[in-house]
Nanobody, 120 residues
């Protein structure tokens, strides 16, 4: 079994910062790409950022210039540092990863989500 546990969300004022974390655990052989998506009420889920095993990032348009994705391969953990937050960044942020388990299967896993609310 594999679990992704994401955390770090909360209430922040416009212009503020937050750092999200997501740790993978369980019967893991290899963690491939890791990423963050978000979903606001009434909207489709959208890519925020992804990062390869080698640390190459890809950002969604909403994240470029404000958010930074990073990972610690030794801890199977991905981080999302969000700066200059805007009310429109309010959403549930979900961690995602492709993970090969010890039975040699590669599956797509999701965290439970962490709420980010940007409001004064």
């Amino acid at each position: 079994q594999v679990q992704l546990v994401d955390s770090g969300g909360g209430l922040v004022q416009p212009g503020g910062s937050l750092r999200l974390s997501c740790a993978a655990s369980g019967t893991i052989l290899r963690v491939n790409d890791m990423g963050w998506y978000r979903q606001a009420p009434g909207k489709e889920r959208e890519l925020v950022a992804r990062i390869t095993t080698n640390g190459r990032p890809t950002y969604g348009d909403s994240a470029k210039g404000r958010f930074t994705i990073s990972r610690d391969n030794a801890k199977n953990t991905v981080y999302l540092t969000m700066n200059s937050l805007k009310p429109e960044d309010t959403a549930v942020y979900l961690c995602n990863s492709d993970i090969m388990t010890t039975d040699w299967r590669t599956l797509d896993y999701w965290g439970q989500g962490t709420q980010v609310t940007v409001s004064s």
